[in-house]
Structures are given as structure tokens and as C-alpha cells.
């Protein structure tokens, strides 16, 4: 099923003080993110989708990433529990617009998932097990979700759908180190080439793929599987360790 909405948060002002181990998070641009974000708002809209402001928040630096916050299938949000202290916090003006929309519940101790972690495709999640998600919180989101879940280990990363994402179609993308996984055996596998890997965070609606601009490779294999493309500047986003579906939860 297409999505309809888009919840989104505008950068907050500390966001330059976001978790990132990227080379040139030194330079991030406060201004130039809520410029590249304003953008990455106009076109889910263009694109059809009510897109839904959380209030900005002025506290927590990586609060735009709103799709670490919850994860919402089956008409439910389960609000996610972040593995980083420092996130916890960013939730509840989250859960606030959610539970006006659908019954939601929140990730218990000793659970720790983010949404990051988790590909929707074709009625069934893929969840990374990494650097913030766990087993526990992947038990929680399946039962109160209600919906099949599979799992790709790997413990070295921070979340899942920075290396695979749904396309659509039966067709997924995703890097090299993971294109032979059992959890996408069924889907059909674009791999980017070693330089494009970053692009294969993408973000689907309908057949329209959002893609990182600066990656035409990636965005050829797309464009001939059969979709269309927009090329998004998220230079000032990539720089916090965030790329595209970082910034809305689909639904």
C-alpha cells in the first residue's frame, strides 16, 4: 500500500551538535539542513503525501531524524526505545501526533530499537540486529505490530536501512555485503557499485524513488528498473550520519 502521510521535524538548533562520526561533521550547516529539509518537504508533498510537523525541538540534536522514533505498521506505532541515551527524549512529540492518528505503544526496557533499522516491504519487516537495535526490542515491535519480521545480524553497524531499502516492485537495493542474505531471498537486488553505497538508502513512494544526489550510478540502476527518480541534496544530512528515510516516518 502507497503511503498517504509523511511525519516530519524540522533541524532544531543544536543540530549541529548531532552524533555523527562523518570526516566533515565539523562543517555542517545549520542553515543549509533546513534548506535541504524544507525541499525534502515540498517534494513529499508534490508527490501527494499530507505531510504532518512535529514541533521543532530546540533540545535534542538529532530530533529531525524522526524516523528513528517509531516504527508504524498495520494501522500501530510502536515508539522505539533509542540505544543512545542522549536521543531519549526525542520521542514524545512523536508518539503525541501518532496517538491522534492510530493506537500506539511504547519499547520497553531492556528493549532498543530505532526505525532506521527497519525495511518495510510487502507486508513483512526486515530488522537489522546492530548497534541500536536488539533482539528484544525486534520481539516487541513483532507482537504489538502483529506482522512478520526478519532479522540480519550485524553488530557493527548502526542501522539496517543505510545499506538496504524496498524499491518497490519486488525489487529491493542494497550493498554488496548484504545482497545475498536470506532475509531478502524473494526480492529482486540492485547493488550499487563500492563508491555509490550511500545512495542505496533511498526513499520509495509509489514509483518515484527519492535518491542522495551525487550518485548517478545508483540512480541509472534505478531509473532502468523501472522507477522514477528524484535527486535530493542531502549533503548537510549526510554529514549527521542521517540520509533520506532518516527524515519522515511513511504511513
Not at 549541529?16 to 561533521?25: G, K, N, Q, V
Not at 530530533?63 to 508504524?72: I, K
Not at 545482497?179 to 550499487?192: D, Q, S, T, V, W
Request: glycine residues 6%; charged residues 25%; aromatic residues 6%.
Amino acid at each position: 500500500m502507497d503511503p498517504k502521510h509523511a511525519i516530519v521535524r524540522t533541524p532544531g538548533n543544536l543540530y549541529t551538535s548531532c552524533l555523527s562520526e562523518h570526516p566533515l561533521h565539523h562543517t555542517v550547516s545549520l542553515k543549509k539542513a533546513r534548506e535541504q529539509h524544507a525541499k525534502y518537504c515540498e517534494t513529499l508533498s508534490e508527490l501527494g503525501l499530507e505531510v504532518i510537523h512535529v514541533p521543532r525541538d530546540d533540545v535534542f540534536p538529532d530530533s529531525c531524524f524522526v524516523e528513528d522514533n517509531a516504527v508504524v505498521e498495520n494501522g500501530k506505532a510502536l515508539i522505539c526505545r533509542m540505544a543512545k541515551e542522549s536521543r531519549r527524549g526525542e520521542q514524545p512529540g512523536v508518539a503525541a501526533v501518532l496517538e491522534g492518528i492510530m493506537p500506539i505503544k511504547w519499547a520497553e526496557d531492556p528493549a532498543t530499537i530505532e526505525g532506521g533499522d527497519v525495511v518495510h516491504a510487502k507486508g513483512k519487516l526486515i530488522s537489522g540486529l546492530s548497534l541500536r537495535t536488539n533482539l528484544e526490542g525486534v520481539t516487541q515491535m513483532k507482537e504489538w505490530l502483529d506482522v512478520p519480521v526478519a532479522t540480519i545480524f550485524d553488530p557493527t553497524i548502526m542501522h539496517l536501512k543505510s545499506y538496504v531499502t524496498y524499491l518497490g516492485k519486488d525489487i529491493m537495493i542494497a550493498t554488496e555485503k548484504y545482497a545475498n542474505h536470506p532475509a531478502l531471498e524473494g526480492f529482486n537486488i540492485l547493488i550499487p557499485p563500492s563508491e555509490d553505497e550511500y545512495a542505496a538508502d533511498t526513499l520509495s513512494v509509489g514509483d518515484t524513488v527519492l535518491m542522495a544526489a551525487g550518485y548517478d550510478t545508483a540512480q541509472l540502476m534505478v531509473k532502468e528498473a523501472g522507477f522514477d527518480v528524484i535527486s535530493m541534496e542531502v549533503s548537510e544530512i549526510q554529514k549527521c550520519d542521517g540520509a533520506l528515510t532518516c527524515l519522515s516516518i511513511l504511513f
